[in-house]
């Protein structure tokens, strides 16, 4: 998928030829970058210009026979992002092609003719443009498959990424800033020059591209994450906040590739890995942003996820807040999270702490009797039957950010020498389980062959082993089944 970002002139109708004026979507907000959000992160409106997007999006495939001539999630990508464009970031205008409607002549008259035309007469402007749908390669040539393909392998009836670059390459010479998000199978394709920078500063030009994976690999849509592909679930929940990572109150490329790389591959288990590439003819000095949204990706009370719905029968309806995605949880807004690869319903904080972020009270520390006999049945959300989790299950936890499967962190933690080189601790999920304490913490798994020990997984590198039950003090965090 690629998804660029343009601030683009008010235009007149009575400019763009007949055929071409069904799709402009023009959105004359006055709140359009707001002057005081921008003043917060040292911006005016001056910083900026206008803002435009053309969306892209095939979903209907009829002649591909099978479930792959129907790609819902598609449809889905660029009906969210067209609304958020609109309501949230408060877009100028908004072109939209859909299925039949992306061709070769729509995408060459708005992005080497439209675009680039307008573009140049207001400084200072941005572009989005995006595209959703199925993507194949061949001796290492990328394709774009229209509306009319015959099968996922049919690069005669394909738009050549080369082709797409050709053209993006106009509205790149004429924006200040643009952002490319690509999201199709094999969309690391359309990538040739590393980021470079890790940091660039948002008020200066530069053009980027955020592609779903690697040129090998496939994109994929999986149901619990949401009803569109993961990588635009991912984008719209990134762009929300979650990946401002400065707490700047604006969301950068950088920020939003880093955020996507680790979300994406802890949801596909590394099936899938996001690449980032400057698509600036010399090179970027700045980078695209969108505004932080304060409320977060919001999902439906009472989704499905593996094991049982997300929300419990007990508590009322207020106590039943916002739903949200975070990797492969569900943050149900009441204290505890649900795993949807493994429906368990954790709670986020450590006993002994509380608060939204986990930041009131202390983690507090138990020997393993004390912590089976304290946590046999507590109450909590709702429910009644939380408990600590066996080993097997405190294990699904693990999280190592330098790549370690969790499989093999069982055994060896994040790496051989148990040193935090390479990966971030605490070795968990940081945004599902805030403030979490880099130490040991107890399973309810009594260790088979000397009952004097019980399992422990040690957060600070992932590794599982066994401790003395009556010795030593460790944390605690509850779990219950999900059912």
Known sequence: MVLLLLCCADLSAQEVPAQYRKYLLKNRDTRS????????????????GRSFALLCGISEYPNIQGKHGNLKPAAEDIQKLQAYLKQHEFFDEVVVLR???????????FLQTYFPKHLKKFPKSRFLFAYSGHGMTENNKGYLLKSTARSLDDKGHAIRV????VYIDEVVAAAHQVLVLLNSCHSGVFLK????KLSLLPKYPGAHAITASGPSELAWHIKEVGSGSIFYEKLLAGISGIADAEKDGIVTSHELYSYLR?????VTDQGQTPQIGDISKHGSRGEFFFLKRETPLVQQEGVKVSGGTAMGEGGSQQERRQ???IGQYIDHGNGTVTDTKTGLMWKRCSEGLSGDNCEEGKAERYNFDEAVEKFKSVKYAGYADWRLPTVDELRTLIYCSNGTSQQDAWDKGCNKDYSSNGFETPTINQQAFPNTPAWWYWSGSPYADYLVYAWVVYFVNGFSNVDLRSYNHLA????????
């Open 262 to 266: 680790r979300e994406i591959q802890l």
């Open 33 to 48: 970058l707001p002057e005081k959000i921008l003043n917060k992160v040292g911006l005016t409106r001056a910083d900026v």
């Open 476 to 483: 605690v965090r509850l779990v219950r089944s999900g059912q």
């Open 193 to 196: 020059r590393p980021y470079g």
């Open 162 to 165: 080369k082709v797409l670059k």
């Open 99 to 109: 299925d039949k409607q992306v061709t070769l002549r729509n995408l060459e008259y």
């Open 323 to 325: 739903e949200r995605r």
